[in-house]
């Protein structure tokens, strides 16, 4: 990389149109206002015929978009993707050996959960640092697998389909939140996927989608998890699925406005042409960031190798030696300088890296963020950088 950017001193003239770039919450879909929601079922109950036919539209546009096969089950679940992947490990787990792949914040909790929470003996914890994978040639899929399809704080995903065996004896548990509707997911080879509202399509918090295959729902009918399960857990009763979960009949009461905005975010993916299209519009604003990270000496991608790169949590490290030789500390103290001149100038929001992270920027790339935005955004990088370095960098 050569030093073009950062002793930028004047402001860039263009502006993000749109300057939200969290990675969840995520920016909405481009032209959304709150008139999207004029029709929200709101004062009326859930369980209610139309009610319920408002739910199970989610779940079949959910899994129409994303190719979901026949014979598998989709249900709204509560807490968003942790309280869907929550479900999976309290309800699934413990009938094999289990392989956790830990790589970022929420890949080692759902390790936590298993080993301390759950208090698995039979789990092995596949370690890496932020950046990296873990070896994947030492995962046994005899035994059940835990991972993570992308790792929303760190920015690495999983380089193909391929990497999991068309056969595997175990259980394959996917947390799919910051890939789903982004990336394409091997359902051939996967047995729980879940996933939220508040990413890729911009939806709003709190809403969990859970889906089981075949497999899992075999496995939840004849393995009874030796644990009480709290009823928010319960996907079973007599041994037998719980059926109308996965047709609209929720656990719990979930918020009818955020059902009207899930479904706006749903109609709009397929207007636009669906998966293709909203990989596609993942991918160019990746390509926005490599382009500008390739010609910029203060900062890197925190994935290091290009084929595990997220298109969506897209995480930067900054690599000034000036930064480098800070302790961690104050290196989240430049962090919070260099974003808190973006909020102030309205052209990013909530860019810092997860508070587990290196301290660094992670940008938002999902399908709702214009590749337009990204570009404007990249010369305010610059300029909030060179604000806050010394005079001697």
């Not at 697998?145 to 995903?157: P, R």
Request: with cysteine; hydrophobic share 45%.
């Amino acid at each position: 990389m050569t030093s073009t950017q950062s002793s930028v001193s004047s402001r860039p003239v263009t502006r993000p149109g749109n300057p939200c770039f969290s990675s969840g919450p995520c920016a909405k879909r481009p032209g959304w206002s709150v008139a999207a929601l004029s029709d929200a079922f709101t004062g009326r109950s859930h369980r209610s015929a139309e009610g319920r036919a408002r739910l199970a539209d989610v779940i079949e546009r959910s899994s129409a978009i994303l190719g979901v096969p026949e014979g598998w089950r989709v249900g709204i679940v509560p807490a968003s993707d942790t309280g869907a992947v929550e479900m999976a490990l309290w309800s699934l787990l413990g009938a094999r050996p289990v392989d956790v792949l830990a790589f970022e914040s929420f890949s080692t909790l759902w390790a936590q959960d298993i080993v301390s929470q759950l208090k698995l003996d039979n789990a092995r914890v596949l370690k890496a640092d932020y950046g990296h994978l873990p070896d994947l040639s030492e995962v046994n899929w005899a035994h059940d697998v835990v991972l993570a399809w992308n790792g929303t704080t760190s920015g690495v995903c999983l380089p193909s389909c391929d990497v999991i065996p068309a056969e595997h004896e175990g259980l394959v548990i996917c947390d799919a939140t910051s890939a789903a509707f982004a990336m394409d997911l091997p359902w051939d080879r996967l047995d729980v996927v879940t996933w939220s509202w508040q990413k890729a399509l911009g939806g709003e918090a709190a809403h969990g989608m859970l889906a089981l295959s075949p497999r899992a729902v075999a496995r939840l009918e004849e393995f009874e998890a030796p644990r009480p399960l709290p009823k928010i857990f319960r996907l079973t009763k007599k041994n037998a699925l719980i059926e109308p979960i996965f047709k609209g009949d929720t656990i719990n009461t979930p918020s009818m406005l955020c059902v009207e905005d899930a479904l706006d975010g749903l109609k709009w993916a397929d207007s636009i042409g669906g998966l293709a299209a909203l990989k596609a519009r993942s991918k160019a604003n990746l390509a926005e960031v490599a382009a500008w990270e390739a010609k910029t000496d203060w900062v890197s991608f925190l994935a290091e190798k290009e084929e595990e790169r997220s298109s969506t949590a897209i995480c930067l490290r900054i690599v000034a030696p000036w930064f480098l030789a800070l302790e961690r500390a104050e290196q989240t103290k430049v962090v919070k300088q260099i974003t808190g001149l973006l909020d102030k100038e309205g052209v990013a929001f909530d860019i810092a890296s997860y508070r587990d992270a290196p301290p660094g920027l992670r940008i938002w790339g999902g399908a709702t963020v214009e590749a337009a935005d990204v570009k404007a955004l990249l010369p305010w990088l610059d300029w909030a950088f060179a604000q806050v370095a010394p005079s001697a960098s």
